[in-house]
Nanobody, 126 residues
């Protein structure tokens, strides 16, 4: 059973940067599409980005495109979300998710990933 653990969250000032990590165990991550979601206080969960198993396909929500970069290192069984030019609107709990189905990151970020981490808090505030 795949298990995912996010790390790298914290408090950052507006305009700053953070890199989130998603470490996998229990299986090899190269068989899974990976996605990042976030949920802000009082709001629903929203898709941020996804990356295909090989890393050749990526998708981003319009709100983060050009500021966030998703990547993966299959040798380290880890995925990343590099976040730059952070804004208070980016404040949320960030979750990574994984699914064996390639279609989960073929044309967009599908919502129903099978495996989820517990999340890491990102707070953007001065």
């Amino acid at each position: 059973q795949l298990q995912l653990v996010e790390s790298g969250g914290g408090l950052v000032q507006p305009g700053g940067s953070l890199r989130l990590s998603c470490a996998a165990s229990g299986d090899t991550l190269d068989s899974y599409a990976i996605a990042w979601f976030r949920q802000a206080p009082g709001k629903g969960r929203e898709a941020v980005s996804c990356i295909s198993r090989s890393g050749g396909i990526t998708h981003y929500d319009d709100s983060v495109r050009g500021r966030f970069t998703i990547s993966r290192d299959n040798a380290k069984n880890t995925a990343y979300l590099q976040m730059s030019t952070l804004d208070p609107e980016d404040t949320a709990v960030y979750y990574c998710a994984a699914d064996r189905e390639p279609a989960m990151c073929l044309f967009a970020v599908a919502p129903d990933y099978r495996f989820w981490g517990l999340g890491t808090q990102v707070t953007v505030s001065s």
